[in-house]
């Protein structure tokens, strides 16, 4: 007889399934071609379940494209509404990417937006009729919040909403979904013993990554084009470049974090903060976003936001000065990274600007930093996120002994080390700031990893991202090309690479770049961060 974990897990995931509205299920043979192929992208469209018109809302558009013809009655907040919940639920089937399904509650609210723009002949907000995706640590009103614990599973759904959520209605978006994350909210695998584990759409054998990898997912299959995350240390950039999509951490407080579900304990003085951002199919989508949450006056929900309206950037100037992260000794960047890295520098030069190396001698140490980061995530002397997944009797999943000695637990933390973990975060901060002074740059490129999605259960160490939530500074994804064995060989090292590089399980896979800005200059990272896709789009 299965366990009790076991049974409610399974109660929870069958209850999961049965939202999914019978003309939206799979045929068996596909389900079946989904376990034996690795690219999965082309399901939806050979599944004949989207309609024409459903297949042209969900693929030919980003959301800035989309809200056009929303909001001028070219197409009903209904009908894309319903596109997206079908593709959504076609995705959930493929990708195991959803917590959380309530498409009856979209649907009303998409209607009322129709009547709105009908009566009135103007949209409801910045985000009219448009679908948004949310991960699962956010609270809607009514739905349940689990965050993958089967200790959770008992809990009520909240009776509020968390203000991002209220301030994406006000704004005149469409909720209907939640998504996957990792077990603790805490590894790059988003795996729990409640839902399952996220694939990759790209293939089955690689991460989909975390923590918001059900976001990755559901918007590389289409089934979302514009979803909300957290990052405290890369989780909205690494489902970001596993999935091949658009992933932004803006500066802490700049969005509102109040109001959600937290995966273990509050309170923590001083440390690292959690940043919110937007998962997209276009860099514009990002600007949207934060555009629209920045001046909806988040300060009168959440008494952390620092209360400053979007500020338009400067001119911007012909030539940016663009620096180069050299790659961590400990972590080498394998062959696909190695060779997006240097193409994506001399596409850049090639186009007019100053791209410089940055000295590593001048910068924090990355494997450092990434420890420290660690030692402030392991401060909870309770260690709450294993204790909730004890309270649920459900079992470790393989990728948190990353994270934590599950065996041993060490001595408890001090109040000692937080003033010295505080005072050596300063120092990393210090450094940075003056490295990036002293070189005159505008923005930095960086891999996000060493690689592109990594097995299973063998992320490791996420120093390329989370050196940045560290500093507090906004960063951003954007995919740039695909792993390819021939054009990869050349840049092959001897090294020791950190997962082992293997070329075979990779390919096809997205490569991506990293574009950073300094604290608090938000918009003009994202100024910035447009101008260099647009480079890397038309070489492309």
Not at 514 to 529: M, N, S, T, Y
Request: contains cysteine; hydrophobic residues 40%.
């Amino acid at each position: 007889m299965p366990a009790e974990w076991e049974q409610k897990a399974r109660q929870k995931r069958e209850a999961l399934a049965d939202k999914i509205p019978s003309e939206c299920r799979l045929p068996s043979h596909l389900i079946e071609k989904a376990k034996v192929t690795d690219n999965i992208l082309g399901i939806p469209r050979e599944s004949g379940i989207l309609s024409e018109e459903e297949l042209t809302i969900t693929e030919n558009y980003d959301a800035t494209a989309l809200l056009e013809r929303l909001t001028t009655g070219q197409l009903t907040a209904s009908k894309v509404a319903t596109a997206f919940c079908k593709r959504a639920a076609i995705a959930q089937q493929l990708t195991c990417c959803l917590t959380e399904i309530f498409f009856d509650q979209a649907i009303a609210r998409a209607e009322e937006l129709d009547r709105h723009l009908a009566a009135t002949g103007k949209p409801v907000g910045p985000l009219h009729g448009i679908p948004i995706s949310l991960k699962d640590s956010f609270n809607v009103k009514g739905v349940h919040t689990t965050l993958g614990y089967v200790s959770f599973l008992d809990r009520p759904p909240l009776s509020v909403n968390s203000p991002m959520v209220d301030l994406l209605l006000r704004a005149g978006a469409i909720i209907y979904v939640k998504t996957h994350l990792p077990q603790t909210m805490m590894t790059c695998d988003s795996h729990t013993n409640v839902f399952g584990r996220t694939r990759n759409p790209y293939s089955r054998c690689l991460t989909a990554g975390g923590s918001c990898g059900g976001e990755g997912a559901l918007i590389a299959m289409r089934g979302s084009i514009l979803g909300v995350g957290t990052d405290v240390g890369g989780s909205t950039r690494i489902p970001s470049f596993c999935c091949g999509i658009t992933g932004f951490k803006a500066s802490v407080g700049r969005l509102p974090f109040a109001g959600q579900t937290p995966p273990g304990r509050l309170g923590l003085a001083g440390g690292i903060g959690v940043a919110l951002g937007p998962l997209s199919t276009s860099l514009r989508d990002a600007d949207l976003f934060f555009r629209t949450i920045v001046s909806s006056r988040p300060e009168d929900m959440d008494d952390n936001s620092l209360g400053f309206s979007y500020i338009e950037p400067p001119p911007l100037k012909h030539q940016l000065t663009i620096g180069i992260l050299p790659e961590d000794p400990e972590f080498p960047l394998q062959p696909p990274m190695y060779r997006t890295i240097t193409t994506v520098a001399q596409k850049l030069a090639a186009a007019g600007h100053r791209v410089i190396d940055l000295p590593s001698g001048d910068l924090p140490s990355l494997a450092s930093t990434c420890k420290l980061a660690f030692r402030f995530f392991k401060l909870d002397p309770d260690r709450t996120p294993l204790q909730n997944i004890k309270n649920g009797g459900e079992p470790y999943v393989p990728s948190l002994s990353v994270l934590y000695d599950l065996d041993n637990p060490g001595p408890e933390p001090t109040l000692r080390d937080l003033y010295d973990l505080n005072v050596a975060k300063a120092q990393v901060a210090a450094k940075m700031r003056q490295a990036w002074l002293k070189s005159g740059v505008d923005v930095v490129i960086a891999p996000a990893y060493q690689s592109c999605a990594p097995l299973h259960d063998t992320y490791g160490d996420n120093v390329y991202t989370v050196i940045w939530n560290v500093v507090d500074y906004p960063a951003c994804v954007i995919p740039v090309g695909n792993a390819n064995k021939a054009a990869d060989a050349k840049f092959t090292r001897d090294v020791a690479y950190t997962p082992a590089y293997q070329p075979d399980q990779i390919e096809g896979a997205p490569c991506h770049v990293q574009i950073v800005g300094r604290r608090l200059k938000d918009e003009v990272l994202l100024q910035h961060a447009k101008v260099i896709d647009k480079i890397l789009a038309e070489e492309n």
